[in-house]
């Protein structure tokens, strides 16, 4: 598994990376000392797993989380007390306080590797997936969802509305921009202000002027335009 350490702090990288000599199932294939290096990094080495700290000079690590299109696993390693980590209600897969013990760490990289164990190991496609999961941030409230679990996406302005459990964050985002992200064999265009996840599709039912009214799981309906309609049905072999 290829995975990143960031963090502003050589000791603290340094450190790190001596511990993880004995994961061997953990493979370090760079180090950034702030969001903006890491950025780059991610996007050169497409790494599995981040090692990241949350609080850094120029962008946090939450910020940087924000900016990428899908969020690979995330263990955060920081000297945040876990009161203050328990604020933020981050759902990341562990955390790491400084410093980090070896035996500690053994138990962060046993639940890595059981989360990849759960994945279906499948090459990770250009396009976001069900698979894939997003780092959504509205306010202190911080959630790593996976797309699988995300039913709807709305556009309001500048901002999409993820829809997901009881939970609608927004994200500053256009929806066009992530309409070219997501994989169109899971995830379809129903309108100017709708993307809905074909899996929670539960009925579908004629509507004005040609469109379609979609009923979601969960009760949420949204309109399929008439000119999407067309595609849907196609889609959704109707």
């Known amino acids: ?47 599995d797993l981040l090692f990241l700290d949350i609080q850094m000079p120029g962008r946090t690590g939450f910020q940087l989380l924000e900016a990428l299109d899908s969020a690979p696993i995330v263990v955060f390693t920081t000297a945040y007390d876990e009161f203050a980590l328990k604020a933020f209600e981050v759902n990341a897969l562990d955390y790491l306080l400084k410093p980090i013990t070896a035996d500690r760490l053994s138990e962060a990289v046993h639940k890595i590797q059981e989360k990849e164990r759960s994945k279906s190991g499948r090459a990770r496609d250009k396009k976001l997936g069900l698979e894939d999961q997003v780092f959504v941030k509205d306010g202190d409230r911080c959630w790593f969802v996976a797309l699988s679990n995300v039913r709807l996406f709305e556009s309001d302005g500048n901002y999409i509305k993820v829809f997901f459990d009881a939970n609608r964050p927004m994200i500053h985002k256009s929806l066009n921009a992530l309409d070219e992200k997501l994989d169109e064999r899971a995830f379809f265009r129903a309108s100017r202000k709708h993307i809905v996840n074909l899996s929670w599709v539960e009925g579908i039912e004629p509507w004005f002027n040609g469109g379609l009214m979609v009923k979601l799981k969960g009760g949420d309906k949204v309109e399929v335009s008439r000119r999407q309609a067309a595609k849907f049905k196609d889609l959704m072999s109707l």
């Open 1 to 47: 598994m290829k995975a990143l350490i960031v963090d502003d702090e050589r000791l603290a990288r340094k450190e790190l990376m001596k511990l993880l000599e004995e994961h061997p199932s953990i493979e370090i294939v760079g180090e950034a000392m702030n969001a903006d290096e890491a950025d780059k990094m991610i996007e050169e080495l497409n790494p």
